[in-house]
């Protein structure tokens, strides 16, 4: 249960409505039952989906709290304890960081592998407040963590900066890599080097990629992409048979083996077609928010044996391996510098204006 250490209430930013101001607001601790948890948020990140939500380019529920990605302090347990996803018990105080994605386990799709799809879905910094819970989101001094969340702890050479971005951005490119298949000796692209473009720059290097290949527009950010593995970088923007040529130039005469797909952006997926080789698999992540209809041809996926894969989101494991492959790359990537700027939760409106006109891949809100 609750310490007498700890308060009884605990202040969030609201989010209201589009492009309006979130406002400070302080909400009752929620009574903890059976196997739930408190985390007192110690660093919570905004991500590109935030800002969608915020500007009114996605739907999300209001009112709300805001923030997906974020790493919390253990503060209270309900009177059963709380375990972590692989079974071991957990401790006040453990230092730990939670699926994005509230799943159930038992499903229909849960039992499938499509934990993403659960049948009684609850995503954190995307829930309606409600009288009985209000504390389910990043930008906030505490988060509810119902019973059954998947929770791990964070390695403890993992910084908080580096870590609060794993539970979406780092995780959803573990399954995006896991739906990629063998990244090993393979030709990967990846269009767009943003947050997660450039961890998957790092993690198919990490995998053995035999070239890395990142199609981005901004100069600076094909930069950052060199320094997190890619081993070329081209203007995204370039006419689609000028790109087709130096990947090809690249890949034997053949075209990428895979291509990864984070910028969301019509034109890219478009073209991402055009640049893979016979057999190749697309993996798409990036269309997260409504865009125009694809313009794609049925015929050249099936003469050329293409595979199209959707990812949204992402299993617990992917989460468990994306701590491990941060735990081991942070010190040779520059995982801490993607972080551009640090607010207080008092700064949160400022934190989002900064995010908006500066477009660091991540900033972070420290309560």
């Known amino acids: ?98 699926s994005m994605v509230w799943s159930c386990g038992a499903c229909f799709y849960c039992r499938r592998g499509l934990r993403p799809k659960c049948e009684q879905l609850r995503k954190f910094g995307h829930e309606a407040i409600t009288p009985d819970l209000a504390l389910c989101g990043g930008l906030a001094e505490y988060c509810y963590l119902p019973e059954k969340t998947a929770i791990f702890r964070l390695p ?4 908080d900066l ?22 090993s000796g393979r030709h990967v692209l990846i269009h767009g080097a943003g947050m997660l473009g450039l961890t998957a720059c790092a993690m198919s290097a990490a995998h053995g990629a035999a070239s890395v290949i990142a199609l981005e527009p901004s100069p600076e950010r094909r930069a950052q992409a060199q320094v997190f593995g890619a081993t070329h970088v081209f203007d995204s923007v370039l006419p689609i048979s000028e790109l087709c040529a130096m990947v090809r130039e690249l890949t034997g005469g053949r075209g990428a083996d895979v291509a990864l797909e984070f910028s969301g952006d019509p034109v890219a997926m478009e073209a991402g077609i055009a640049l893979l080789r016979p057999g190749g698999r697309f993996v798409l992540a990036g269309a997260t928010y409504p865009a125009r209809p694809l313009a794609l041809s049925g015929e050249q996926v099936v003469r050329r044996l293409l595979q199209i894969i959707g990812v949204y989101n992402y299993e617990p494991k992917d989460l468990g391996y994306a701590l491990r492959f941060l735990a081991d790359q942070h010190q040779s990537r520059p995982f801490a510098q993607l972080v551009g700027c640090s607010f207080s939760l008092q700064e949160v409106n400022e934190a989002l204006a900064y995010a908006t006109a500066q477009r660091p891949p991540r900033v972070a809100v420290m309560p």
């Open 1 to 98: 249960m609750i310490g007498k250490a700890n308060p009884r209430t605990a202040r969030a930013a609201v989010f209201h409505a589009a492009s309006q101001p979130l406002t400070l607001e302080r909400f009752p601790l929620p009574e903890l039952k059976g196997g739930a948890a408190l985390a007192r948020i110690r660093c919570a990140t905004i991500c590109g989906s935030d800002l969608h939500s915020f500007h009114g380019r996605r739907h999300a529920p209001t009112p709300s709290v805001l923030g997906h990605e974020m790493v919390g302090e253990l503060a209270a347990f309900g009177p059963v304890g709380t375990r972590d996803f692989y079974g071991q018990p957990l401790s006040l105080g453990d230092r730990v960081t939670w």
């Open 156 to 159: 403890p050479e993992l910084p």
């Open 162 to 183: 580096v870590a609060s971005p794993a539970n979406c951005a780092t995780a959803t490119v573990a399954a995006v890599a896991r739906n990629a298949g063998e990244l």
